[in-house]
């Protein structure tokens, strides 16, 4: 069966100093990305009470894990400075943001780039949402009527109405249409049976960022598609995306080490306890806790998370990541594109372990996405795996 072309997207940081986003621009250029994305964070997913060097080289004194530009004023900063790639923000939410507002947001990015920018959608995270004072007790319901509103914004001209139970519309009116060809995308963070649904139904594209195998990332990508068919929209023209943390190393045995790394066992925290129940196991934070949607970082000490951490099995992460040398990390993501993926966008974690590992994990990265755009036959390294 043929290897099927995949796009490729990095992530563009969205933590000071500018200077830093600025130069993941360029590599993003360098790496030929076709899409760079942004967060939209207030807390950041690492907690303080391990943010240091022992956690990370990252962890300079006086860094801290928690500061993060507006995702909004940022991709416009940058829409001049990543040529022909795609801006991205995976995601945003519509409990801070009002949907119109982010809307609005997107149309006027979409006349700042060369390209249709993509806006990533979600239900929320925890961190961002109750710290704030606001309410996360049924952030599904009100996505589903954000999206709706969106869509409205985004193909409507003149006086709108919406009635729902978190968002009414009257007479409303947002005029400012985006040039005709580079119309925003809704990309939906979806885990989830309801979020597949809601994918299907009102998407561009599907987002998830929790790990999976090629067969659990076909089942889900079925939902989404059967929802857009009993849509009357097209399966085929919602883009099969992932958000993927990729750990690689000079060889199997220096990749399976960096798995026991303190910052690779964290990550397994932040998948929900649906992904340690395949294992038959229970997430190190409690049975039905789903990972970063629930974290809030401030209200974990250190002793529960080195406790959290030292009970992640290494067999798990080696089941559940994209992990090996570059060639395997090929393999493992073009198992996926079998499966349907189209849009892989490359986090690559194993760079947080030491200086070293991060210079080889970007050089990396050149080699990676080359083979992965071009879906060139396997090299010879690569069957003999």
């Known amino acids: 069966m043929a290897t099927p072309r995949l796009e490729i997207g990095v992530g563009l940081g969205t933590q000071p100093p500018i200077g830093r986003v600025r130069g993941l621009a360029w590599l993003g250029r360098l790496l030929r990305a076709d899409s760079l994305w942004a967060v939209d964070h207030f807390l950041g997913l690492f907690p303080t009470s391990i943010w240091d060097r022992d956690f990370t080289w990252v962890a300079g004194p006086g860094t801290t894990p928690h500061a993060f530009f507006d995702y909004q004023t940022l991709l416009g900063y940058m829409a001049r400075r990543v040529g022909s790639a795609r801006l991205a923000v995976?995601?945003?939410?519509?409990?801070?943001?009002?949907?119109?507002?982010?809307?609005?947001?997107?149309?006027?990015?979409?006349?700042l780039t060369r390209r249709a920018p993509i806006l990533g959608l979600g239900a929320g995270e925890r961190e961002n949402i109750e710290p704030y004072g606001l309410d996360f007790r049924r952030p599904v319901d009100v996505f589903e009527e954000a999206i709706q509103v969106i869509r409205l914004c985004l193909e409507s001209r003149g006086a709108v109405s919406f009635q729902g139970d978190h968002f009414q519309l009257r007479d409303a009116v947002l005029d400012l249409s985006p040039p005709p060809n580079r119309i925003p995308s809704i990309w939906v963070a979806a885990h989830g049976d309801r979020m597949l649904r809601l994918t299907g139904r009102y998407g561009d594209g599907w987002y998830p960022t929790f790990p999976m195998s090629p067969s659990v990332y076909a089942e889900k990508l079925a939902v989404v598609r059967r929802a857009a068919d009993a849509a009357g929209r097209d399966p085929s023209s919602i883009v099969p995306a992932l958000q993927a943390f990729i750990v690689v190393g000079r060889s199997e045995a220096a990749a399976r080490e960096l798995l026991g790394s303190r910052p690779v066992r964290y990550s397994s925290l932040l998948v929900s306890d649906e992904v340690w129940q395949r294992h038959g196991l229970t997430h190190p934070l409690g049975e039905g806790f789903r990972g970063m949607i629930d974290l809030v970082p401030p209200r974990l000490s250190r002793a529960e998370l080195e406790e959290a951490m030292r009970s992640v099995p290494v067999d798990l992460l080696a089941e559940e990541a994209v992990w090996g040398t570059p060639d395997q990390v090929v393999t493992k993501v073009r198992a996926l594109a079998q499966a349907g993926l189209r849009h892989i966008v490359l986090v690559p974690l194993s760079a947080m372990v030491s200086r070293r590992d991060a210079a080889f994990t970007i050089r990396a990265l050149f080699g990676i996405s080359r083979r992965l755009r071009s879906g060139a036959p396997r090299l010879r390294s690569e069957s003999a795996e």
Not at 93 to 107: C, D, N, S, T, Y
């Open 90 to 111: 995976g995601v945003t939410e519509p409990i801070r943001r009002h949907p119109v507002l982010i809307a609005q947001a997107a149309m006027t990015l979409a006349h």
